[in-house]
């Protein structure tokens, strides 16, 4: 694992890492000490990480990071709540702690280990999405700009001064960061990668087990998230790369930048593009399901410039570039 830019929320939810802060003698302590001389500036995150974990215990049952982000989320509304519906009467706790299995029970032991921790600021959440067919343009506490395609969500987390900037994406955007005076990083998490920046503009999309990073202008490096010991890749203005889930292969060619974030002036820009690919793109960004009549069509691939602004527009120019016609039907779209 590339523990080197993880959080102090992906520690804490790290398997490995719990093991070892409640077990610091464990097998993995030289891996540990190991991790503490290569980057002291590390030593305080890791050591607050390893605190939380062993604050976070719950002996009764284990927890799995599903239940844990259950629980922070509980947390976050129970500390939203006005002061006079926080805290629940005596009498009233002790019903429902007897009305729940025990899973659920230490689940509520957690969310109250953990008040202090997020009342203190070190879990504050931002989120920000977009509906189908929505773009929306957001402003970073940095300065730095991002502009969420359709169906995308962007979350970060509260930031602080000399440490990198994290975000997390499911979905499509396009990034213009800004350097910062410390020289913070910047970095954006998939699943599948972490897109590390100083500053620099560049468009990363991830849906369907795969993450697609283009860089505009500037100079990024990739990390692969399942494989940490790979040598990062350093992107050049114009490069494309193509990271699977199963990441078997990666793939790198050399693009025109535009012609992938075209979409943020309302656009899209198909070269030699195939049909599949594009029914795709329809449901991802409008929620659309594409049939084709002509079995032949599915064949096809697609060249030109069409306008996504308005949804009838851009179906309307899909199917005069198949030579074809287009019906909607409810949910979806029949190119004939």
Same mark, same amino acid.
């Given at each position: ?10 520690? $804490? %939810? ?31 995150? $890791? ?7 062993? %604050? ?34 005596? #009498? ?18 957690? %969310? ?20 189908? #067919?929505?773009?929306?343009? $957001?402003?970073?506490? +940095? ?19 000399? !440490? ?5 994406? =499911? ?10 005076? =410390? ?8 699943? +599948? ?24 202008? #500037?100079? $990024? ?5 399942? /494989?940490?010991?790979? !040598? ?9 790369? =193509? ?15 535009? =012609?992938?974030?075209?979409? /943020?002036?309302?656009? %899209?820009?198909?070269?030699? &593009? ?30 030109? &410039? ?16 198949? +030579? #074809?016609?287009?019906?909607? /039907? ?7």
């Amino acid at each position: 694992m590339n523990y080197e830019n993880f959080t102090l929320e992906e520690l $804490v %939810l790290d398997d490995a890492f719990r093991a070892w802060a409640l077990q610091p003698d464990a097998d993995s302590a030289p891996f540990w000490e190991a991790f503490l001389r290569t980057y002291p500036a590390k030593r305080d995150l $890791v050591h607050e990480a390893a605190r939380l974990v062993r %604050l976070l215990r719950v002996k009764e049952v284990p927890i799995n990071e599903a239940e844990i982000r259950w629980a922070l989320l509980r947390m976050r509304q129970v500390i939203d709540r006005p002061a006079a519906q926080a805290i629940p009467r005596r #009498g009233r706790l002790r019903r429902l702690m007897a009305a729940r299995s025990f899973r659920v029970a230490a689940a509520l032991s957690l %969310l109250l280990g953990t008040w202090a921790w997020a009342y203190l600021g070190y879990w504050q959440p931002v989120r920000y999405d977009t509906a189908y #067919g929505e773009l929306r343009r $957001v402003e970073l506490p +940095d300065g730095s700009v991002v502009t969420l395609n359709a169906n995308s969500e962007l979350r970060s987390f509260r930031w602080k001064p000399g !440490k990198p900037r994290e975000v997390y994406l =499911d979905g499509e955007a396009f990034f213009e960061i800004t350097h910062q005076p =410390d020289h913070a990083r910047f970095i954006v998490h998939t699943p +599948d990668v972490s897109v590390e920046v100083l500053g620099t503009t560049f468009n990363v999309s991830r849906r369907h087990e795969r993450t697609r990073v283009v860089l505009n202008s #500037g100079r $990024v490096r990739l990390y692969l998230e399942k /494989q940490p010991a790979a !040598k990062p890749i350093v992107l050049q203005p114009g490069d494309l790369v =193509d990271v699977s889930a199963e990441q078997s292969r990666v793939v790198r060619r050399v693009v025109r930048p535009f =012609d992938y974030s075209a979409w /943020q002036q309302h656009k %899209l820009v198909f070269d030699n &593009t195939p049909i599949a690919e594009v029914a795709q793109l329809l449901e991802d960004t409008y929620g659309l399901t594409v049939r084709f009549d002509d079995p032949t069509l599915a064949q096809r691939r697609l060249s030109g &410039t069409v306008p996504s602004r308005n949804r009838q527009v851009l179906l309307n120019a899909i199917a005069t570039l198949l +030579d #074809g016609r287009m019906e909607e /039907q409810e949910g979806g779209v029949v190119f004939k």
